[in-house]
C-alpha cells in the first residue's frame, strides 16, 4: 500500500482491504447466530457506510433485507449539533429487528438521535453494526453491538469515509500522517 494525497493532506495506510474482508466475514458470523429465526432489516447510514453495508449484506447467509437512510448534522465543517434525515425510511419497524449499518462512531450524536427514533417507530430489537469506533471520542451513551475495528481519535479515508466526498472509493483504510496536520 502506498501512501495517498487528498487537499494537500498525506495518508498512510492503516487497514488493509484483506483485514476488512476478514473482519466482515466475522462480523456476518455474528449477525447470522443473533439473528437466527428472523428476517432482519438492515439499515444502512449513507454515504459512508455503503461499502461495508453491502459487504457485511452479501457475507450473511440468513434471509434479510436492506433499506437505506441519510442523516445530516453538519453544515459545511462544523457540526450544526442537530441530525436531520435528509432521505427517509419508509418500512414498517413494529415487531421488527433492526441492524443500523455505520462506517464509523465518533462523538455517537447521530447514532444516539436515530436509536431513539427507530425505537420510538416500534421496532422490536435495534442494534449497530459499526465497521469503525472511536471510544476515546463519545459524548453520548452508546455501545455498539457488532464492531470492527477500535480506532484513536485520528481523521481516516477509505473504505467509504471521505474528505470532502473524496476518497470513499479507497479499498484500504487511511489515516492522516501526523506531519502532515501541522
Known sequence: MREVTYDGLTFEPYITKEQIEKRVGELAREVERDCKGTVPLFLCVLNGAFPFASDLFRAVDIDAEISFIRLKSYEGTESSGKVKEIIGLSEDLRGR???????????????????????????????????????????????????????????IIGYGLDLDGLARNLRDIYILKEESAE
Open 97 to 155: 429487528k433492526v441492524i443500523v449499518i455505520e462506517d464509523i462512531i465518533d462523538t455517537g450524536n447521530t447514532i444516539f438521535k436515530l436509536l431513539a427514533d427507530l425505537n420510538n417507530k416500534g421496532a422490536d430489537d435495534v442494534k449497530v453494526a459499526t465497521l469503525l469506533f472511536k471510544p476515546d471520542s463519545l459524548q453520548k451513551p452508546v455501545t455498539p453491538d457488532y464492531v470492527g475495528f477500535e480506532i484513536p481519535k485520528k481523521f
